[in-house]
């Protein structure tokens, strides 16, 4: 069975790809050329070329090692 995913790396990675389809979009917008790769439909480019860094950030975060934390956070 695999590792379960923490609900932060879930998110990173969510983050990570509506961050790069945002870039994406807007430096395609700017430079009057939709088309990032030529194969690709206009369109479907921002949203094909932002799972790049979503995929890394997933799995940086599920490969690195977390602190466990104790039942009361900090305080002894």
């Known amino acids: 069975m ?27 917008a700017v430079q009057d050329n939709a088309r990032l790769v030529e194969w690709m439909p206009d369109g479907l480019a921002p949203f094909v070329l932002a799972l790049v860094p979503a995929a890394v950030t997933f799995v940086g975060g599920w490969a690195a090692r977390h602190t466990p934390r104790s039942r009361y956070g900090d305080i002894e």
Request: overall charge positive; cysteine-free.
């Open 2 to 28: 695999a590792a379960p995913v923490e609900k932060k790396v879930t998110a990173a990675s969510a983050g990570a790809y509506l961050a790069s389809t945002g870039l994406l979009a807007s430096l395609a």
